[in-house]
């Protein structure tokens, strides 16, 4: 009689759980239509929030996870900006239209539209990652904001897209929020390699922790010139290359 009453007792917490689960999807997918006009496929719309620590925690197979939804919408995050700086950016050059673009992709514009239209309520994490407060990690959020790209594109196509983006990263370019900077990385390898061949790597201190910041270190020919912090890695070698360009002005100061 205990064993039953365990098992309706257990059934009933799967039921709630799953009922949650489907609340927090479908109040996502009602406010993409209601404040954007995009109807998003709800099979797609879970796919898009479906953490891979959740998928293996209810042991279903990975590819049902967001991860092929966010390299799709990584995509075409990358075409609309391009075509958008393309039209807009007349006057930069070809180097400066790839920084500009990777400086807005990289920005921390995704995760901050991300919490704002509550996809940290709606992604599905398994229980470290939440232990963890992944859905308030800046770099789980831009994978989740791209997987949700992926999801509209899939569902309703590139003018849905555009539309989305409108709204968030291309507002912000727009308002001035996201302006072009120094790309330190390439600013330091043309500077050291103006005399020569010169081995450059940017190597990643051990990450255990997904709440810490990216520590990288940066070697020039085999020697450790400065190191960097950032909230990912490509922040981290950005920072690692500025400090290190200012040694350099530095060293040619004194």
Request: glycine share 6%.
């Amino acid at each position: 009689m205990n064993i039953f009453f365990f098992n309706v007792a257990f059934d009933s917490c799967i039921i709630t759980i799953m009922d949650t689960k489907i609340e927090r999807i479908i109040k996502l997918q009602n406010k993409l239509e209601s404040r954007f006009g995009i109807k998003v496929d709800y099979a797609l719309l879970v796919q898009a929030m479906s953490h891979t620590s959740y998928i293996n925690e209810i042991n279903e197979d990975r590819s049902k996870s967001y991860e092929k939804l966010e390299f799709l919408g990584d995509a075409v995050l990358q075409f609309v900006i391009t075509s958008y700086i393309y039209k807009n950016y007349s006057d930069l050059d070809e180097g400066e239209l790839t920084r500009f673009r990777a400086n807005i992709v990289q920005s921390a514009s995704l995760s901050q539209f991300s919490l704002e239209i509550g996809l940290d309520k709606a992604v599905l994490l398994g229980q470290g990652e939440l232990k963890n407060s992944g859905n308030k990690r800046r770099s789980l959020m831009e994978d989740v904001f791209e997987s949700l790209l992926g999801a509209i594109y899939l569902s309703t196509g590139l003018s849905d897209v555009v539309k989305f983006l409108n709204e968030s990263v291309i507002k912000d370019i727009k308002n001035g929020t996201l302006k072009m900077n120094v790309d330190y990385k390439t600013t330091l390898q043309e500077l050291l390699q103006e005399d020569g061949t010169i081995k450059i790597e940017y190597i990643p201190r051990e990450h255990i922790d997904q709440k810490e910041d990216w520590t990288t270190d940066l070697y020039v020919n085999g020697e450790l010139l400065s190191s960097g912090i950032g909230h990912n890695r490509k922040l981290a070698e950005q920072e690692a290359a500025k400090e290190a360009l200012q040694k350099i002005q530095t060293d040619k100061e004194n």
